[in-house]
Structure formats: structure tokens, C-alpha cells
């Protein structure tokens, strides 16, 4: 089994496949033919291996809603595919697949095109997790999905060699932009990095640019375009002037969540913007940087900047056959007992606000704390019902910029343009 750390890539899938008749509520009353039945359900990549697990504990308490475990292909993009040519397929009495976790910026289009259902907000612990998780999981003003796991980006930079010359971690660009400059070659190091690869990890950097100096790409669900803006101009120019000056490598331009982990693990990179993972990476037994790390919130212009909001939420395909039984699983997976073990055997950032604070798990995981503080403050990307083509959209002229063949202002006037197209469809 594998793991996808991805944009939010908080990402593991699960498809459950049930079987019995259809109900039309997720609220079916209990009993024989009620709404519950057998599961099946499907991931996308467990590298931790910690899924099955938590299955156990499900099925020894509900034999007759079992869960068998399937999985779907590593790419996110296939996922995503799969999921909808299931769900569209389950309009003529095809589909298999009851319960979806899905990319928290798949919601929106889901639920805009009605592949999943609405869900009543009083069945699930909704109050006990981190506010800005709730957001990812809602459309027009009403909750399509759950909540499951969260993510959100960290600065992560060599502690030995910032205190070796006395600085503090930086917390605004200038600081950032300075300190890789400086003290980057110095110790022979390139400066910073995140995911600049044109894919969704690129839109993620991009949109936490524009966030963090202010900014927006699309408001209203996806209807208005918001990113001409003053603050646009500065996000974008701010990663571009990075590849210019040469404190971002040019060969950041090709690196994903792995690669650029693995360029800050091996002990060459100064700065790295990357999901929590790469912390626990960095921090193992057999690390060159083990013991060398720390992280803190991404910077912004003037102070602490904006992370995007990964992970996945949970949600229930319209066509569902035993509803009450996904949602009595959703309730099971989002438990405080269930979240824990998501998080301590599959290290993936929970949802429940009680366990960033818990003495236990943050002697063991340090980084808590900030990745608590970045989720609180972190923003869902641009909502849509065509996600998928605005993510497009944002990576190609962003990635442009960055590679100089656009200044800052011609992208953001391209991005304008190409988003107004898209949203007018």
C-alpha cells in the first residue's frame, strides 16, 4: 500500500461499496433493509500501513456493517477520475462506490453536480474540530462532506545553521528572501524550495503567495474572479523574483512533495515550504538532518502568511445504498479515539482541536503547536465547481512567471482573463 502526499494530499482515499437497496436518507431508521449493510471500502494508498487497524476495531463492533478494504489507483488524478465515472455511472443503477474521502478541493464540484448528498450537521462532532476544516467541506451554505484529516504548510529550515549565526527563523519574506540569499551559499546550501513543478502542488504555493499578501483568486463559489488585485501581483512576483535572484534553485522548478522533501532531508536546502511529513521525514533515525530541523508558520510580506488547508473529507454518493450505515462510519472515523490513531500510526494531522494540545502528542511531535497555529489561520483553495480547470490554469501561468517567460503583471491579467472564461461555462 502507498501513501499520497499531495496539495492537500491529505489524500487517502476511501471508497465504500455497500450493498441492499436504496434509501434516499442519510437518517434511514435502523433495522433489516433500513440503510445498513456490509461495506467495502477502497484507498487510494496507506503507506503507513495503519488503516487496517482501525478496520478492525469497526468490524469487531458491527458485524453486520463489515468493511472490506479495497484500493484505488496511487494518482490522484485517476482517483478522481474513477470516483466520477462511478458516480455518474451510478445514475443509471451502476454505481459501486456509497463513500467517498475526497481531496478537500473536490467538494465543491461534487457537490455542485450532485454526485454526493447533503449531510446533517448534528450527526457529527462538527464543534470539536478546528473551525477552517469545517469550511472545506461545505458548498452553498450547506455541509456535503466531513472532515477527516487535515494539512497544512509549514516553513521547515535548518536550526543548527540559524543558530549558529544567531538569526531566528524568519517570519516575513524579506526575512525569508534574506537569509537564503545570505547564509544559503554560505553553507554551501540553495535557499528555498517548495513544489514548483506545474501540478496541484505549484497551485497550492501559488495560492498561499496570494493569500499571504492579502489577496484571492475566486469568490462566491467560483463565480466571481477576484485575483486582479494588488496582492496577486505581489505573491506571484514574490516567487518569481525568487527563480531571478537565484535564492530559489531553478531546479525547484521540477520538484514535487518528494523531491523537494528529499533535497531538505539530504542537507540541501536552507528553507522548505512542505506539509507536516516532511518534518516527520527529516526527523527520523538515519536523517543527515535529524536533530537539525525546526518549523514555523509560512512566512508573509509583513508577518506570519496564509497556508492552504489540505487533507480530505469524508462524503456520501447520492446514490448511496446503505446511507446510515456511511454515516455511522463517518461518525466512527472522526471519533477523538479513532483520530488519534489516524494520527500517531498514520501521521496524518487530525481534525479534532483537542489532540494539538495534548502534552502527550506534542513531547512526541513537536511541530503541533505550529501546525496547529497554521491550520487556524490557513484559507481552503478557490472554490469551484470546475476546480479541476482552475487548478490548470493557476500552475500553467504561474509556473510561467516563475520561469520568466511572463512578468507578475501579464500573468495576473492572464489569470483574470482565463478564470473569467472558465467560471462563465
Same mark, same amino acid.
Given at each position: ?47 503507513? /500501513? ?37 458516480? %455518474? ?63 497544512? /504548510? ?30 544559503? @551559499? ?48 505581489? /505573491? ?36 522548505? %515550504?512542505?506539509? @507536516? ?23 508573509? @510580506? ?124
Amino acid at each position: 500500500m502507498r501513501w499520497i502526499h499531495a496539495a492537500g494530499r491529505g489524500l487517502l482515499v476511501l471508497v465504500v461499496v455497500m450493498t441492499g437497496y436504496i434509501t434516499s436518507g442519510v437518517n434511514a431508521d435502523e433495522g433489516a433493509g433500513s440503510g445498513r449493510g456490509p461495506l467495502t471500502l477502497a484507498t487510494a494508498g496507506d503507506l503507513t /500501513g495503519y488503516l487496517g487497524s482501525v478496520l478492525e476495531g469497526w468490524n469487531r463492533t458491527h458485524p453486520d456493517e463489515k468493511v472490506t478494504l479495497v484500493e484505488l489507483p496511487d494518482s490522484a488524478d485517476e482517483t478522481r477520475a474513477q470516483m466520477i465515472t462511478d458516480l %455518474r455511472d451510478g445514475d443509471d443503477g451502476g454505481g459501486r462506490f456509497d463513500m467517498l474521502n475526497i481531496d478537500v478541493s473536490w467538494t465543491s464540484e461534487f457537490a455542485a453536480h450532485g454526485w454526493i448528498r447533503p449531510l446533517p450537521r448534528d450527526r457529527f462532532p462538527l464543534g470539536t474540530f478546528l473551525p477552517p476544516v469545517v469550511d472545506t467541506a461545505t458548498y452553498d451554505g450547506r455541509l456535503y462532506a466531513v472532515p477527516y484529516v487535515t494539512n497544512a /504548510g509549514l516553513l521547515l529550515y535548518r536550526a543548527d545553521i540559524l543558530a549558529k549565526e544567531g538569526v531566528d527563523p524568519p517570519r516575513t519574506w524579506a526575512e525569508l528572501e534574506k537569509q537564503a540569499k545570505t547564509l544559503a @551559499p554560505e553553507h554551501g546550501l540553495d535557499g528555498y524550495a517548495g513544489q514548483f513543478l506545474p501540478y496541484e502542488g505549484l497551485t497550492v504555493n501559488a495560492a498561499e503567495a496570494v493569500y499571504s499578501a492579502g489577496g484571492s483568486i475566486l469568490g462566491d463559489e467560483g463565480e466571481r474572479v477576484t485575483v486582479n488585485s494588488t496582492a496577486a501581483r505581489e /505573491g506571484i512576483e514574490f516567487l518569481s523574483r525568487g527563480v531571478r535572484e537565484g535564492w530559489i534553485p531553478k531546479r525547484a522548478l521540477t520538484y514535487k512533495e518528494e523531491e523537494s522533501k528529499q533535497a531538505f532531508q539530504d542537507g540541501r536546502l536552507l528553507f522548505l %515550504r512542505n506539509w @507536516p511529513y516532511a518534518y516527520v521525514g527529516a526527523s527520523a533515525e538515519g536523517s543527515p538532518v535529524a536533530g537539525k530541523i525546526g518549523a514555523v508558520p509560512l512566512p508573509g @510580506p509583513d508577518g506570519p502568511g496564509t497556508s492552504v488547508l489540505g487533507g480530505s473529507n469524508l462524503a456520501v454518493s447520492t446514490h448511496a445504498r446503505h446511507p446510515d450505515s456511511a454515516a455511522r462510519l463517518i461518525a466512527y472515523l472522526t471519533s477523538e479515539r479513532v483520530q488519534r490513531q489516524v494520527f500517531t500510526r498514520g501521521a496524518l494531522p487530525p481534525v479534532r482541536a483537542d489532540l494539538y494540545e495534548d502534552p502527550e502528542l506534542v513531547r512526541e511531535f513537536p511541530y503541533l503547536p505550529t501546525l496547529r497555529e497554521s491550520v487556524l489561520t490557513a484559507a481552503p483553495r478557490p472554490k469551484s465547481p470546475r476546480y479541476d480547470q482552475v487548478s490548470l490554469v493557476v500552475q500553467a501561468v504561474v509556473h510561467d512567471a516563475m520561469t520568466g517567460r511572463e512578468t507578475p503583471e501579464a500573468a495576473v491579467r492572464r489569470l483574470a482573463r482565463e478564470l473569467a472564461a472558465i467560471s462563465s461555462r
